[in-house]
Structures are given as C-alpha cells and as structure tokens.
C-alpha cells in the first residue's frame, strides 16, 4: 500500500498493513501493536519494522482493525544469497528483543524474517510473550550445544542459534568459548566479534 496525499512536496512511503475482521483477530492484532510500540519500541526501524499505529473502524457495518507497519522493500531473505553478515546481524536482533523481555515463539517460519535493503526485520508478534531470558550457548559449526544442561537456556535463542546463528560464520575453536557463562550479553559480544573469528 503505497498513501499518497497526490502532493509532491509531502511524503510519500510505502507500507504494509495487517487486518482483522473477528472478535479474536482484533484483539491478536491489538496485541501485536503493544508490543510493537511498548516492548519493543526502541528496536523499529533497525530490529523490526517501524509501527505506524493501530486503527480501528467500522466497515461494512463490522469491527476491523488495521496495523500499519513499515514495509520491508526486500521481502523474504532469499537463502542463496544472504550472507554471514545478514544472519550476524538477524542473530544479534534476536537476541535484542530477548533482552528486552520478549519471545517471538514463532520464529521457526521463515515468513517471520524480512530483509529491508541489506538489514533483516523481524515480524509478527501476535504469539510473542513476556519473557525473563536465560540466554543460551553459542552453537558449534555443527549446529549442536556443549553447554551444560545443568545450567537452563532460553528455548528459542538455542533453536535460532543452531538454525542462523551458525550461518553468521564459523564460531571461535571450542576452547575458546566452552568456559562462558551462558548469558545473553556474552552471546550479543560473541555476535559482535565474530567477524574477528571468521
Ligand atoms: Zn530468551
């Protein structure tokens, strides 16, 4: 959706709108916007889409909502050719919206993952909840963990490890990072210097 006021000297965007017809769909969607603009506020525009609002309404005499969101010029990442880089800096989002107390529980699709230019974005957090994040090991060049599984990890920042994190390059050599304390913050400092490693 491209709204245009048909003046050349104001703005003109392009956007992506999301909407609700049901009872149930609007309040998924007016759950989705509090997240966007609350939680996660800091992040749109780098991590996840810039969110225009939430609007609501009545047309053809039934409640419908709609959430406008930045839209992401690239669409999906296209797998072949999305580099380390790209997955370095998807991992590294990942990890900011776990820190600041969010799982998106659904980011096992790859329909959750736009690319806007050269950065990624992440997208649709109706299933996203509250989250007190225990971060979790580096995943080995294999994809698989050597963490002790007396200490717990956060759930989905190993899954995403082991499906982009191993993406962003080889990992430092095993001695070098097998005595880190899984936190987040050490995972956040791996990801930035992993182009040191690779
Ligand atoms: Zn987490």
């Known amino acids: 959706m491209r709204p ?30 509090e997240i966007y603009s609350k939680d996660l506020r800091a992040l749109q525009g780098s991590v996840i889409p810039i969110c225009y609002g939430l609007f609501t309404g009545m047309v053809n005499c039934a409640h419908t909502a709609c959430l406008v969101l930045e839209y992401c010029a690239n669409g999906h990442p296209n797998p ?13 989002g990942i990890c900011k919206i776990h820190q600041a107390g969010i799982v998106h529980n659904a980011l096992h699709s790859y329909f959750h993952v736009m690319q ?8 649709d957090f109706s299933r996203a909840r509250r989250h007190n994040c225990r971060g979790a090991y580096p995943a080995d060049r294999y994809g698989d963990f050597q963490g002790s599984a ?49």
């Open 4 to 33: 245009s006021s048909g003046d050349d000297k104001k703005t003109k965007y392009d956007v992506a709108v999301k909407l609700a017809y049901d009872t149930a769909g609007i309040r998924l969607l007016r759950h989705e916007y």
């Open 116 to 123: 806007h230019g050269e950065e990624p974005r992440i997208i």
């Open 150 to 198: 007396e200490i717990p990890w956060c759930m989905e920042l190993a899954k995403m490890e082991g499906v982009y994190g191993m993406k962003s390059g080889d990992p430092p050599d095993q001695h070098e990072w097998a005595s880190l304390v899984p936190t987040l913050s050490q995972i956040t400092q791996r990801l930035s210097n992993i182009a040191f490693y690779g």
């Open 80 to 92: 072949a050719v999305a580099g380390e880089e790209f997955y370095r800096k998807l991992m590294l």
